[in-house]
């Protein structure tokens, strides 16, 4: 299989759950795996999820893909926790107190989220989504409350960042209000872009970064 494939046959071994919780989770394997297969970490590393998470999640949506997946993973067993850092630890902990129900899916969406999150283009685009929109409609699924309190639709991973400064008591902000703001532009310009997955159906490679 070519890894420009990798998001149809997840989705042709899919399980009956959700179709956009299916595109949400097919959309993140495949661009993790497009980064695996260039050699910048371990399928479950690029996710964001320990190998046992990544099976339990796989076995969860896409049952028939899991032997094929185990191969790139390797042993989930094998593979120990995920070694956080502060940042991604805050967002996975930022995310998972907001997820409405705290499902399993939710548990390993805010995994997933936070390691995307360590990549530098916008968010939807490193989570491998077709436009900023599903972002927005996976935060209001998902994480409801932590999307109502993005009032003024900032950029999702300004605004997610921007929570975790405020929570520890001190602000990356550099004027009292965003109106009066130089960096208005960087936390509410537009997250225009070309989608990853699109990109790598082109026959490009992923970009350098
Ligand atoms: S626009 Fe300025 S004040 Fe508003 S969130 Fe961004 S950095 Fe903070």
């Known amino acids: 299989m070519r890894v420009a494939d990798a998001y149809g046959w997840l989705m042709e071994r899919a399980g009956p759950a959700d179709p956009f919780d299916l595109h949400v989770v097919a959309s993140i394997l495949a661009l993790a795996w497009a980064e695996a297969l260039a050699g910048r970490g371990s399928l479950p590393f690029c996710a964001g999820l320990d190998g046992v998470a990544l099976e339990g999640l796989a076995l969860r949506l896409f049952p028939g893909a899991w032997p094929g997946i185990a191969v790139l993973a390797g ?22 107190m907001y997820a409405g129900g705290g499902t399993d899916l939710q548990r390993d969406l805010a995994a997933m989220i936070a390691r995307r999150c360590s990549r530098p283009n916008h968010l ?24 109502d309190r993005n009032r003024q ?16 008591g001190f ?16 936390c509410f310009g537009a997250e225009d872009g070309e989608a990853m997955l699109a990109h790598i159906r082109s026959g490009r490679p992923l970009p350098v970064y």
């Not at 042993?75 to 998972?96: F, I, K, Q, T």
């Not at 491998?128 to 972002?135: F, M, N, P, T, V």
């Open 75 to 96: 042993s989930p067993a094998s593979l120990g926790p995920a070694n956080l850092g502060d940042d991604e630890l805050a967002v996975r902990d930022l995310l998972w």
């Open 153 to 168: 639709d900032m950029k999702w991973k300004k605004f997610l960042f921007r929570m975790i400064c405020r929570a520890e």
């Open 171 to 186: 602000t990356l902000c550099t004027a009292p209000v965003c109106t009066d703001c130089d960096d208005f532009d960087a």
């Open 124 to 147: 939807w685009q490193d989570l491998g989504l077709r436009d900023r929109g599903e972002l927005s409609a996976l935060m209001r699924r998902h994480f409801g409350a932590l999307a």
